[in-house]
């Protein structure tokens, strides 16, 4: 559940009409539980500026154990850093301790494909709030009990 809400949040950020909204200081300590949703309690950390480039070769994410390497638009900004950036936050910070433990074992199987798929930014958000989406239904409607192979796309 926090998992979720913290993908439909960072969603929101990702497309919010102020722009791409990326979260400089993605702690769990930023974030609080309302009602069952996760709410960011401090926005002074929070910026729609993209990086701006010349070439891709300027578009370097770097974290302290992988770097990604992302495209130069045509307007000079680094495409999609500022959801790339929160997204593998999402997944060091709450998706590596959660969801190993937090589901059914069948489930398992698709929040660990989840898992690598953020862990090395194959998905954008849209394609990560489509399989947890997916998961739940899966979850809400009881056909992760049945025997019969379950894709997550």
Do not use: W
Not at 8 to 34: C, E, N, T, W
Request: net charge neutral.
């Amino acid at each position: 559940q926090i998992c979720l809400s913290l993908v439909k949040l960072l969603f929101y950020l990702a497309h919010s009409p102020l722009g791409s909204i990326v979260l400089l200081d993605f702690q769990p300590r930023q974030f609080v539980m309302v009602d069952g949703n996760l709410k960011v309690t401090d926005m002074d950390d929070a910026s729609t500026e993209e990086l701006s480039c010349k070439e891709d070769n300027d578009c370097t994410l770097d974290f302290p154990t992988k770097s990604f390497p992302l495209k130069c638009s045509a307007v000079g900004k680094c495409e999609g850093i500022n959801e790339k950036k929160n997204l593998f936050n999402a997944y060091r910070y709450f998706f590596t301790y959660l969801l190993p433990h937090s589901a059914p074992p069948a489930l398992r199987p698709f929040l660990s494909d989840i898992l690598n798929a953020t862990g090395d930014l194959r998905y954008g958000i849209n394609e990560t709030l489509k399989a947890f989406e997916k998961v739940l239904h899966l979850y809400k409607s009881g056909l992760y009990l049945q025997k019969r192979h379950l894709h997550l796309k």
